[in-house]
Structures are given as C-alpha cells and as structure tokens.
C-alpha cells in the first residue's frame, strides 16, 4: 500500500489515532477509512492479528488506503521513542475508565489509544493514566463494550467537533 501524503496534509493534521495491537481486519480497515476522510494520522502497533494484505482489510478501507498516513510500529515501547510527544497527548480510551470522554478537552494532535478487541488496553496502563484513561458511556451495562471501529469513530467525532468549532 503506497502512501500519499501531501505537505499540507502533515501540517493540518488534527488527531492521531493509535490502535494497539487489533485482531479484526474489517475493524481496522474501517478506521483506516475514518483517518483517510478526515485527515488523520493512524499508528498501528504490532502483533496485529493479521496481515495489512489481507482482502477483509482492503475490502473495509476500498480503495482509499492511499489516503491513509499509515505508520507501523513493532511494539508500544518503540511508538514511545519515535513519538516522544506523545506521552503528553494520549487519551487512553478503555471500559474500565472512569472519565467520560464528554468530559475532557482535545487538542490538535492529540493521539486517541485504543487497545484490542478481545481486552482492550492494559488495565495498568488505564491506572497509570487515570487523568487520561477516557470511557465511552454505554446504557446497558450487561453490554461490556463497544466494537472497536464504532468507538474510535465515536471518539474521533467528537474530537474532531471540539477541534473545528475552536478552530
């Protein structure tokens, strides 16, 4: 998949979407589609469940992979040191969060974490980053989460709501 990224893109990027380690090609490819729409940076760190050539994934994204600033990563601790701001500007999106989302202020480039769909992110993670760990508030708590793809669009959406009307 060939990258193409103009200069303005880079400079009017608003957010960065993070997933860590996913397992469903179609979730993915699906948010690949989000960022390609929107201008959006996605950060994929490995294992992934799957190949990026997988015919699930290129269905899910079509034909806008192209569009897509795709960056992979062979593990967090590796995304941490080629992304040394990042750490200030991540939003750890989890179940077992206790902030709403609706709650917080997002910022240009600021990087929207999402863990895999199995477990999500690590619960450590969320408990070293409590004033960061987000929650997307569901009604029925019988339901345990969201699917990963609805919830980075969700999250995305209403960044990218607060980014544009204080743009």
């Known amino acids: 998949m060939?990258?193409?990224?103009?200069?303005?893109?880079?400079?009017?990027?608003?957010?960065?979407?993070?997933?860590?380690?996913?397992?469903?090609?179609?979730?993915?490819?699906?948010i690949a589609r989000l960022c390609a729409a929107n201008h959006l940076a996605l950060h994929l760190i490995h294992p992934l469940g799957f190949s990026l050539d997988e015919k699930q994934l290129r269905r899910a994204a079509l034909d806008y992979w192209p569009l897509?600033?795709?960056?992979?990563?062979?593990?967090?601790?590796?995304?941490?040191?080629?992304?040394?701001?990042?750490?200030?500007?991540?939003?750890?999106?989890?179940?077992?969060a206790h902030c709403s989302y609706w709650d917080v202020t997002f910022s240009k480039g600021d990087y929207l974490v999402f863990g895999p769909e199995s477990h999500g992110l690590p619960k450590s993670w969320i408990e070293e980053n409590v004033t960061r760990a987000l929650l997307i508030e569901q009604a029925e708590p019988k339901v345990r989460s969201l699917n990963l793809s609805t919830a980075v669009g969700?999250?995305?959406?209403?960044?990218?709501?607060?980014l544009r009307t204080c743009a």
Do not use: M
């Not at 400079?11 to 699906?30: A, S």
């Not at 593990?75 to 179940?95: I, L, T």
């Open 68 to 96: 897509v600033q795709l960056t992979e990563y062979p593990s967090w601790s590796v995304f941490n040191e080629k992304n040394e701001q990042a750490s200030k500007k991540c939003w750890y999106f989890s179940s077992n």
């Open 2 to 30: 060939e990258t193409i990224i103009s200069e303005q893109f880079k400079q009017n990027l608003l957010l960065n979407i993070v997933l860590v380690n996913p397992e469903i090609p179609p979730n993915t490819g699906n």
């Open 154 to 162: 969700i999250a995305t959406y209403e960044a990218l709501r607060q």
